[in-house]
């Protein structure tokens, strides 16, 4: 696609709930990363795929959050037994290259009540 | 580890004033560095990067190794340059992820 796509754009769930975030990255981009955007807090890395590989995951916060990406495109991360403090934007961004700069996807904003 | 600061969480400036948006670092290599722009209601996206040597919108930022600081700056602010700022680094080990500062928000004044 012309940019990355993320979806849904919003997502209210209940604590306690699992909820899934897909990101499409731009095709032809072999690495993918995921961030969370919270007030006051900045931009958190979370984790960063080289095609399907997970070479650094080491942002994930807890056990109750996971990623995977298949076929070298679409990313899913999954948040188990959400939490009130899980409630941000969660960014995804795709690079072919790092040096080169990342483009962000539009984000999901994740609120938990 | 690497680290990105940006000392200011707010910057507010009248329209045609100079601005300067600071960024300091903290890494032991030799980093590229970049600065996002997050405009009210739309996604994050780059403004410009050290390795390209570029201006975009007016902006400019030079890297300046003894004193491990990328400021942005810009002659003339203008009304449509009020967003959130964002410095960030890739370090040589760190697999091309970005590490990025908490921003500055700019406020420019009519």
């Known amino acids: 696609g012309a940019g990355v796509s993320q979806s849904p754009s919003n997502k209210v769930t209940e604590k306690g709930k699992d909820v899934e975030l897909r990101c499409d990255p731009i095709s032809g981009h072999t690495a993918l990363y995921w961030y969370r955007q919270s007030l006051g807090q900045g931009l958190e890395f979370l984790i960063y795929f080289q095609g399907n590989s997970a070479p650094d995951k080491s942002g994930l916060p807890s056990d109750r959050f996971s990623a995977e990406r298949t076929g070298g495109s679409v990313s899913t991360l999954t948040i188990q037994r959400t939490q009130q403090e899980d409630s941000a934007v969660y960014l995804c961004?795709?690079?072919?290259?790092?040096?080169?700069?990342?483009?962000f996807g539009s984000g999901t904003r994740l609120t938990v009540v | 580890a690497q680290r990105v600061t940006q000392p200011e969480k707010l910057l507010s400036v009248f329209k045609g004033a100079p601005v300067e948006l600071k960024c300091n670092y903290s890494?032991?290599?030799?980093?590229?560095l970049f600065w996002y722009v997050q405009y009210s209601r739309q996604r994050l996206q780059l403004l410009l990067r050290h390795i390209s040597r570029e201006s975009i919108k007016g902006f400019t930022a030079d890297l300046n190794k003894g004193e491990t600081s990328f400021h942005l700056k810009k002659p003339f602010a203008q009304e449509e340059d009020s967003a959130m700022y964002y410095c960030?680094?890739?370090?040589?080990?760190?697999?091309?992820?970005?590490?990025f500062g908490e921003g500055t928000q700019l406020t420019v004044n009519p």
């Open positions: 961004a795709s690079s072919q290259t790092g040096i080169y700069g990342y483009t």
């Open positions: 960030a680094l890739i370090g040589e080990t760190s697999g091309s992820r970005l590490t």
């Open positions: 890494y032991s290599g030799s980093p590229e």
